[in-house]
């Protein structure tokens, strides 16, 4: 998807300020982040988001949430908690259509969301 803002982060056509990277993974930080520690973890393939996810991607998602607790762990925020969330389609807010969890800590975060 050369139209796509993450595909070209994953393939290094786009800068990012990337902090993990595997052959199926890759997490950069937030443009604009939310909170003191915001990472957005993604698949290298493009998944538009979790509605279009399949049983076949249940070994990615799984691995993208060991992923978030390790990363957690590595940025310090794992002790005084953390969210990590997906916003699907037009009512969860989404709006980079390549499927993304965002990480997010290092304050206090609010429920519920707006
Ligand atoms: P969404 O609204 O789809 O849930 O989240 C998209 C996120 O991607 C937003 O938090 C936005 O700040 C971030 N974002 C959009 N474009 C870029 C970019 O080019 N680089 C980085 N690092 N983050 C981006
Ligand atoms: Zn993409």
């Not at 520690?37 to 279009?52: D, F, G, K, S, T």
């Not at 990363?71 to 980079?96: M, Y």
Request: include cysteine; proline fraction near 6%.
């Amino acid at each position: 998807m050369d139209s796509c803002i993450f595909c070209r982060i994953v393939s290094g056509e786009a800068p990012a300020q990337v902090v993990y990277e595997d052959d199926e993974l890759f997490a950069f930080e937030d443009r604009h982040p939310a909170a003191p520690v915001h990472i957005l973890i993604i698949p290298r393939r493009h998944i538009v988001n979790l509605a279009e996810a399949t049983p076949d991607d249940a070994a990615l998602l799984g691995r993208m949430a060991v992923l978030a607790g390790e990363i957690a762990r590595r940025q310090g925020i794992a002790e005084s908690g953390f969210r990590l969330v997906t916003n699907s389609g037009r009512h969860g807010g989404q709006s980079v259509f390549h499927l993304h969890w965002h990480l997010l800590g290092g304050r206090h975060l609010g429920w519920p969301p707006g």
